[in-house]
Structure formats: structure tokens, C-alpha cells
């Protein structure tokens, strides 16, 4: 894996909550999907940065939506995950387990039977 | 919680008001500011609020925009440095040539307030031209500077030459400038995102 497209934990987290959300995917949602499915409870300023620089590694793509009444009229930034993304988010997992393996006290708390 | 705090359906149709939304562009950086408000409000009104109160939500919703302000500023500048190399070689050559023209300049066997004064002098243009591209701030800094310059003449009583110094950074922030706008224009301007997908487009 190229060195500059590998992703830390919090982009990882970032990236699979974006999976996770699909076509629905925005600042806010991304924020509560990490505090309520990874029990991260970060700022909404720290999602936008991550996002901005997942975009330009070219992992993330963003486009505006609609004005929403909701929020007074100011627009959604939707944010899709790239195939460079996908492959980068596997990569980077792949990597994960590959130095988990042979963790021996790791093992059975992944369910792993040797 | 007391009757005021009583969850309600909105914050207010003009929530979060003239003053603060000043204050918000004051707070946060430009790019991607009004979706970032957009989706504080959202969640304030329809998350915090419900549960909590619109006392509750107010106050969620300006420690979001304080502790937002930090990493976003701090992305914009990383980001910076990857877009706009050219500009940050300018401050750096501001940083170490300022200093040593100063010298140059006797500024080193000035009073200690007046080589205070020209170490502000030279830190605002690079300021200036680290979180601007704006040519009416770097002319602005540059003039503030040569005030402090001239401060600085008048604290030491010496004949000393240094009112060129924020002038000189000017023109390089200057040239820099039209160097970014020629990339730009050529097309060679980083940081756009796509245009949306049909598949993309729909959501609101």
C-alpha cells in the first residue's frame, strides 16, 4: 500500500461510518453513527477536517445537496466513499488483522480458534 | 429543568441569529462553513433539543462551534500547505529575512521595546500572509507594520532604516499571489470535488 493512502484509526472509523450511512451520509450523521455505534464522542469540526482530508487524498467524494428548512436554509455536503477509498479502507484493515493474528491473548476476544 | 428549558419544536426561525452567525465567521474558517453551521443547527434542533431543552441545545450548539474551531483551523493550514506552497516559502523568507534586514537595519542595538516593536512588524505580514490571499490584508499588515516600525524608530531615537522591510514582504506576497492566480488560471488548481453522481444528487 502506498504509504500516503494509509488511513489512522479515526479515518478508518470515518470511512466505515460513511459505508454505514450510504446515500445519507453527512457532517452530522456521520458524528452521531460514531457516537453511537463506536462510542466516539468527538466535534463536529473534527468529522469536517477528516472528511476535507480524506477528500483530498482522493479516498472521499463530496457533493451539495438541497437548502433544508430544518436548517435554515443552508445545504447538506453529502460525502461517498471512493473505490480508491474501499480499497485503502481494506488495506488498511487487512494490515490490522494481519498483526493481530498470533496475538494470543487477542485471540478469543475476536472469537479466534487456534 | 425549569419552564423556560421546556423542549420545543424549534430554536427559532432566525436561530442562530445576526450577532452569531458574525461571530460564527469570526470563529470558523470559510470553506465548508455554512454546511458545518447547517448541520449544528440540525442536530441541535432535532437531536439536543427534545431531550434536552432549548437551553440545553443553545448552549451544545456553541460548544460544538468553539471546540469545532481548533481542528478546522488547523486543517485549513495543513491543507495550505499542500495548495499553496509558493505562499508559505514567502512567509518563511519574511520570517528569516525580516530578522536579519532588521539587523542589517541597527535594529539589534535598539532598546529592547523597540526591537519588540519590530519583531511584531515582522511577524503580522507573515501572519497575514499565512491565513490570507487576500492583497487588501497583506497591504493592510504591511501598513500596520511600518506604524510599529515607525513606533519602534521613535522608542530608540535612531536614524535607522526599516520602513522598506513590510513593503518588500508586500511585493513578495505580491508576486506570489499572481503566480497562484496564473497556476489557477491554467487550470492547475487543486481542492475542487467532483460534480455529483445521478445516483448522488437526490438527497436533501
Redesign the interface.
Known amino acids: 500500500m502506498p504509504k500516503g493512502s494509509y488511513l489512522g484509526d479515526f479515518e478508518q472509523l470515518v470511512m466505515l461510518a460513511l459505508m454505514r450511512l450510504g446515500?445519507?451520509a453527512?457532517?452530522?450523521t456521520v458524528?452521531?453513527e460514531l457516537e453511537e455505534t463506536a462510542d466516539r464522542r468527538v466535534?463536529?469540526?473534527?468529522i469536517?477536517?477528516t472528511l476535507?482530508?480524506l477528500?483530498?487524498k482522493g479516498l472521499v467524494?463530496?457533493?451539495?445537496?438541497?437548502?433544508?428548512n430544518?436548517?435554515?436554509g443552508?445545504?447538506?455536503?453529502?460525502f461517498?466513499v471512493r473505490a480508491s477509498g474501499l480499497k485503502a479502507l481494506q488495506a488498511s484493515l487487512a494490515s490490522m488483522d494481519r498483526m493481530r493474528r498470533g496475538v494470543d491473548e487477542l485471540d478469543p476476544l475476536f472469537g479466534v480458534t487456534t | 429543568m425549569s419552564a423556560t428549558d421546556s423542549p420545543r419544536d424549534s430554536l427559532g426561525a432566525d436561530f442562530p441569529g445576526e450577532g452569531a452567525q458574525r461571530l460564527l465567521r469570526l470563529l470558523l474558517p470559510a470553506g465548508r462553513r455554512e454546511e458545518f453551521v447547517g448541520d449544528l443547527i440540525e442536530e441541535a434542533e432535532t437531536v439536543v433539543l427534545p431531550r434536552q431543552g432549548r437551553r440545553a441545545a443553545r448552549r451544545w450548539f456553541w460548544w460544538q462551534a468553539a471546540t469545532s474551531a481548533s481542528p478546522m483551523h488547523v486543517r485549513r493550514c495543513a491543507r495550505d500547505v499542500g495548495m499553496h506552497r509558493q505562499r508559505w516559502i514567502v512567509v518563511v523568507a519574511i520570517l528569516v529575512l525580516g530578522p536579519l534586514m532588521a539587523m542589517d537595519s541597527g535594529a539589534h542595538t535598539a532598546p529592547p521595546a523597540a526591537i519588540a516593536l519590530v519583531l511584531v512588524a515582522i511577524v503580522i505580514p507573515a501572519a497575514a500572509g499565512l491565513l490570507s490571499g487576500n492583497l487588501r490584508i497583506h497591504a493592510t499588515a504591511a501598513l500596520l507594520s511600518t506604524l510599529l516600525l515607525i513606533g519602534a524608530r521613535l522608542a530608540s531615537g535612531a536614524e535607522l532604516r526599516w520602513y522598506a522591510i513590510p513593503w518588500i514582504f508586500y511585493i513578495l506576497l505580491n508576486l506570489n499571489w499572481r503566480y497562484e492566480h496564473r497556476i489557477i488560471s491554467s487550470g492547475g488548481g487543486s481542492g475542487s470535488t467532483g460534480p455529483p453522481t445521478a445516483s448522488q444528487g437526490g438527497a436533501s
Open positions: 446515500d445519507g453527512y457532517g452530522m458524528r452521531r466535534s463536529l469540526g473534527a469536517y477536517a476535507d482530508r477528500e483530498n467524494t463530496s457533493f451539495l445537496g438541497a437548502p433544508g430544518a436548517r435554515r443552508r445545504a447538506k455536503r453529502f461517498k
